[in-house]
């Protein structure tokens, strides 16, 4: 038991440094001077503090639109993926209907399509109805890449929540409407809550069919992506500094919030 | 007025007869407790009164009203889950208050009900605390009152008892007992514990498979069991039952028509100095008030529950008889004859 929890720290120190290195690097090459960024060998404390990068790569042209994009779309992202995977989650966790099996590995199989294959048919449909280049357009192809862990995640939290609080609810005078809303939510919020954070993540993340189906209206990544050739080392490093902040510092708010909440853990 | 009345009632599970045409009448302000073994139907019988589960066929009742497809929280009905459902992520008092706050109660008289509800059950000292700081007994004790502070009409209870400790069951049954009592609502109460039902129940329903074997008041259940199958579940240890003519003679009990098999209880079998049924102790034990002997008679199980003193010894061998007017008599179907 012993030696097996600390074979588990080590396994976890170990995932800890490979996830951290990179963002550590990324971090003090955005963060110091512009040279530092090609200098060799690197040197791994920061030695001098610079906002010279960063500055450099929030003045660039095109950056803030582009943020505005990715949030945009982002939140659209969050907003569909909760709005459609929070009821499908429900009805998988508490309804006993004809082919559920199927209807369960049907929304995993939607991640089993490459978009690449799916890129041209897209482009053309999103033209011929006036999605093309638009953050509503980027933003549902983002909802049905979230769509599947939204509703399998909420479902799972709908089936840690015990029938028979619900039902403690209607007999109380709830309707069902009512019972959802007073008692399941608030008891699913936390892990509806890292449910809507995932999504925005996935959504800021994207790179593929942001690229493609916008031309003027680029999301951050997909704006950074078509500008990663021509632009400086520097540049990158900041770039990437900038697109990981948001799942950082999201996860870094509401990680108190997803671990406990009134002594109910969230599977 | 809210006497339950329930008629023809059949339920049906994906081809599995879970209910056959349950009838029942329970009066106002009696305690019905519906007992049976596990899978007898007795608690989808009370989620079909709940509404919570809907008969495939049939009538409910409930105060002159007829409830079929109405939804739970228009029947004036409270229930208690076994597993308490308090809500977790409200106080004690927000619980207790649930009910009246839906009923759009003016908050005063909220405050008040609760106060009140919290005070019957003990637990006013709990009332600004979560579920999660509280032991099971308390949320057992909080679930009682958020179903009392309705006012329901009719009190529904699924084995609330039994997720606690041995010793806090029997508190908090005899607890309940004199509760209910005071407070005069119909109540029904699902068990599979005897104890539990003989000792709260005005009238016991004894289900089995779907049906229910026998209606009627606790000692009535106990002394005249309507089918082998209710004296066999009812009685601790259950009835003993004899087969064998001769063994029906030795004991001293005389049939009332022949082929039919004697019921008698471990405590009506009386010892004899000599005489009567011979008896060897294949196991002995000792129960502080009284020893429960178990023992063999050609293929059939045969138990006597006697005084503790003198103490009889394994291998020793008793002489027994039937006490007179004690003996019940069941036909091949196992029905009651005498």
């Keep these: 038991m012993k030696q097996g929890s600390r074979a588990l720290v080590a396994f976890a120190i170990l995932l800890a440094v490979c996830w951290l290195v990179p963002i550590y690097l990324i971090g003090i090459s955005a963060l110091g001077p512009k040279e530092a960024a090609t200098a060799w060998p690197k040197s791994l404390l920061p030695t001098t503090f610079s906002f010279d990068t960063m500055g450099f790569f929030l003045r660039y042209t095109g950056v803030w639109t582009a943020v505005w994009n990715s949030v945009v779309v982002a939140m659209l992202t969050m907003v569909f993926a909760v709005l459609l995977g929070a009821p499908a989650g429900y009805a998988l966790a508490r309804y006993d209907f004809r082919g559920q099996t199927v209807y369960r590995v049907l929304i995993v199989m939607t991640r089993a399509f490459p978009l690449a294959i799916l890129a041209l048919p897209l482009v053309t449909r999103f033209i011929s109805v006036g999605l093309y280049d638009t953050q509503l357009g980027v933003a549902l192809v983002h909802t049905a890449l979230a769509l599947p862990f939204s509703i399998l995640v909420s479902s799972s939290l709908f089936m840690g929540i015990p029938r028979e609080l619900e039902e403690a609810a209607w007999t109380l005078g709830c309707t069902r409407v009512q019972a959802f809303m007073k008692v399941v939510l608030p008891l699913a919020l936390p892990g509806m809550a890292a449910t809507m954070i995932f999504s925005f993540v996935i959504s800021w993340n994207e790179v593929f069919s942001a690229s493609v189906l916008t031309l003027n209206n680029r999301t951050l990544t997909a704006f950074l992506f078509a500008s990663l050739e021509e632009s400086p080392l520097h540049f990158r490093y900041a770039g990437g500094f900038f697109l990981i902040l948001p799942s950082l510092i999201f996860i870094f708010v509401v990680r108190k919030y997803l671990f406990s909440m009134w002594g109910i853990s969230n599977r | ?338």
Excluded at chain 2, 204 to 218: L, S
């Design chain 2, 1 to 338: 007025m809210s006497a339950i009345s329930i008629h023809a009632v059949r339920k049906e599970f994906k081809g599995h007869q879970a209910l056959q045409s349950i009838d029942l009448e329970v009066k106002d302000q009696e305690f019905c407790v519906l007992l049976g073994p596990s899978g007898c139907g007795k608690t989808t019988l009370m989620r079909i009164i709940a509404g919570l589960e809907t008969e495939t066929s049939g009538d409910v009742h409930i105060g002159g009203k007829r409830m079929n497809a109405l939804p739970p929280r228009e029947r004036n009905i409270a229930m208690v889950f076994q597993n308490y459902a308090v809500f977790p992520h409200m106080t004690i008092a927000d619980n207790i208050g649930f009910g009246l706050r839906m009923k759009k109660v003016p908050d005063a008289r909220v405050q008040q009900e609760v106060r009140k509800a919290a005070e019957l059950m003990h637990i006013e000292h709990l009332l600004e605390r979560y579920a999660g700081q509280l032991s099971g007994g308390q949320r057992q004790r909080v679930a009682v009152a958020r179903a009392l502070a309705v006012g329901p009409d009719v009190l529904l209870m699924d084995e609330p008892l039994s997720n606690l400790d041995a010793l806090l069951r029997l508190e908090m049954r005899s607890e309940l007992k004199g509760l209910l009592r005071d407070l005069r609502t119909t109540t029904i109460y699902v068990t599979h514990d005897q104890t539990e039902a003989m000792s709260l129940a005005d009238r016991i329903a004894v289900m089995h498979g779907g049906r229910i074997v026998q209606y009627d008041a606790p000692a009535q259940v106990y002394g005249h069991p309507a089918t082998s199958f209710v004296g066999g579940f009812i009685g601790n240890p259950p009835m003993n039952f004899v087969q064998s003519a001769t063994t029906q003679q030795a004991l001293g009990a005389v049939p009332p028509a022949p082929g039919l098999t004697l019921g008698i209880r471990p405590e009506d079998l009386d010892l004899l100095p000599e005489g009567g049924l011979p008896l060897q102790a294949k196991v002995v034990e000792m129960l502080g008030a009284s020893q429960q002997v178990t023992s063999r008679v050609g293929q059939e199980m045969m138990r006597l529950s006697t005084q503790a003193t003198p103490a009889i010894l394994p291998g020793q061998t008793v002489h027994v008889h039937a006490k007179p007017g004690c003996g019940r008599w069941y036909d091949a179907q196992g029905n009651l004859v005498k």
